[in-house]
């Protein structure tokens, strides 16, 4: 039976550690603070049908814990900038890695040891899907040749089709998405299941950020779905294995939809700071913090694609300037609370006395 949204009777763990959302002290006004709260309203109700979907279609992953690594962990130490790990063993090492092989029933789940969402892998629904991802990615026209800043990843082909806002007042399409013309507008109407697909997925385990990063208005359409754009890495036949990276471009707190397609054997995602290597089928869709998490790709034999969805660090920068979107402020604990009353009150006795005496 083919999986709508391939957990079952129990609505899917979500992911609460993806808190940014909206200052409820910002002074929204006019048609602008209308339309936001009615996309609220209807970003809601979707959530809610997602997670009621989920709750009844969706079987119970395979569940995996990493405790020698946390989500918390890995955001503390993001940087913008790329840094090599060739020279860490530890991580470079990748023969004593647990093997998660593909499922096309069940989905994967691997969670680090405070219990933030690392990885989920979502079975593919139905072989339309990625058949319809690999045809218009091998009718697009070849690629130019761009420079693009930092570290060279692989031998694949990429093109960056996204809605950005790099030092500009409003957001606007990449210069390799308006250079395709009317094929790179196929592929995006073409593919536009697999965005909801993927969306779904976004809503399913993180929803705060599916929320956030559909909110706003854009003057220009979101190219896939609830992420603004997607990176196509069109890798031919027989591919090297890729150099393990992260993706800096993105926020800390987010995370990218990453599908595969073509017949071909290999081309496992390496999660280098999990120590775990995950398989998958063309057409599963994988989600994971990819600005945090250095990874790669094995070799494969074969033809292979692969199509990441995500939302640049820039449009969450024009969300802040436009709209004021900030980060909601994290909740202190019951214990810390205590604490700082304790210890106000006993400033305040010091003062009192020093002023009496």
Same mark, same amino acid.
């Given at each position: 039976?083919?999986?709508?949204?391939?957990?079952?009777?129990?609505?899917?763990?979500?992911?609460?550690? @993806?808190?940014?959302?909206?200052?409820?002290?910002?002074?929204?006004?006019?048609?602008?603070?209308?339309?936001?709260?009615?996309?609220?309203?209807?970003?809601?109700?979707?959530?809610?049908?997602?997670? &009621?979907?989920?709750?009844?279609?969706?079987?119970?992953?395979?569940?995996?814990?990493?405790?020698?690594? +946390?989500?918390?962990?890995?955001?503390?130490?993001?940087?913008?900038?790329?840094?090599?790990?060739?020279?860490?063993?530890?991580?470079?090492?990748?023969?004593?890695? *647990?093997?998660?092989?593909?499922?096309?029933?069940?989905?994967?789940?691997?969670?680090?040891?405070?219990?933030?969402?690392?990885?989920?892998?979502?079975?593919?629904?139905?072989? !339309?899907?990625?058949?319809?991802?690999?045809?218009? /990615?091998?009718?697009?026209?070849?690629?130019?040749?761009?420079?693009?800043?930092?570290?060279?990843?692989?031998?694949?082909?990429?093109?960056?089709?996204?809605?950005?806002?790099?030092?500009?007042?409003?957001?606007?399409?990449?210069?390799?998405?308006?250079?395709?013309?009317?094929?790179?507008?196929?592929?995006?109407?073409?593919?536009?299941?697999?965005?909801?697909?993927?969306?779904?997925?976004?809503?399913?385990?993180?929803?705060?950020?599916?929320?956030?990063?559909?909110?706003?208005?854009?003057?220009?359409?979101?190219?896939?779905?609830?992420?603004?754009?997607? @990176? /196509?890495?069109?890798?031919?036949?027989?591919?090297?294995?890729?150099?393990?990276?992260?993706?800096?471009?993105?926020?800390?707190? +987010?995370?990218?939809?990453?599908?595969?397609?073509?017949?071909?054997?290999?081309?496992?995602?390496?999660?280098?700071?999990?120590?775990?290597?995950?398989?998958?089928?063309?057409?599963? /869709?994988?989600?994971?913090?990819?600005? /945090?998490?250095?990874? +790669?790709?094995?070799?494969?034999?074969?033809?292979?694609?692969?199509?990441?969805?995500?939302? !640049?660090?820039?449009?969450?920068?024009?969300?802040?300037?436009?709209?004021?979107?900030?980060? +909601?402020? &994290?909740?202190?604990?019951? *214990?810390?609370?205590?604490?700082? !009353?304790?210890?106000?009150?006993? *400033?305040?006795?010091?003062?009192?006395?020093?002023?009496?005496?």
């Amino acid at each position: 039976m083919a999986i709508f949204c391939p957990s079952a009777t129990h609505p899917p763990t979500v992911d609460s550690t @993806v808190d940014s959302t909206v200052d409820s002290t910002v002074d929204f006004t006019g048609m602008a603070a209308t339309k936001t709260r009615r996309a609220k309203k209807h970003l809601q109700q979707r959530l809610k049908a997602i997670h &009621k979907t989920a709750a009844k279609y969706v079987p119970e992953p395979t569940f995996i814990k990493v405790n020698h690594i +946390s989500l918390g962990d890995l955001r503390r130490k993001y940087s913008n900038k790329h840094v090599s790990i060739a020279d860490d063993p530890e991580r470079m090492d990748t023969s004593q890695f *647990k093997r998660c092989p593909p499922n096309s029933t069940q989905p994967l789940e691997i969670r680090g040891s405070d219990n933030g969402l690392l990885l989920y892998r979502f079975p593919a629904g139905s072989p !339309e899907l990625a058949q319809t991802l690999h045809e218009t /990615i091998t009718r697009l026209p070849p690629t130019k040749k761009r420079k693009h800043k930092g570290l060279k990843r692989s031998t694949y082909t990429s093109r960056h089709y996204n809605l950005t806002c790099n030092s500009a007042d409003e957001p606007y399409y990449t210069r390799e998405y308006k250079d395709d013309g009317p094929l790179a507008e196929e592929f995006i109407e073409f593919n536009k299941p697999m965005w909801k697909r993927m969306a779904f997925v976004l809503g399913m385990k993180a929803p705060n950020l599916f929320r956030d990063v559909q909110l706003f208005d854009v003057p220009q359409q979101r190219l896939c779905g609830a992420f603004s754009g997607c @990176v /196509i890495n069109q890798g031919g036949l027989d591919v090297e294995k890729t150099t393990p990276h992260r993706d800096p471009g993105e926020p800390k707190d +987010s995370y990218a939809a990453l599908t595969c397609t073509g017949v071909h054997g290999g081309g496992a995602l390496i999660l280098h700071d999990v120590h775990i290597i995950v398989e998958m089928n063309p057409g599963d /869709i994988i989600l994971f913090p990819d600005s /945090i998490i250095y990874h +790669s790709n094995e070799e494969v034999q074969g033809e292979r694609n692969s199509v990441v969805c995500y939302t !640049e660090n820039n449009m969450h920068a024009y969300w802040k300037r436009k709209f004021g979107m900030v980060r +909601s402020p &994290k909740k202190k604990s019951k *214990k810390r609370g205590i604490r700082a !009353e304790l210890e106000r009150k006993l *400033k305040k006795r010091r003062i009192s006395a020093e002023s009496e005496a």
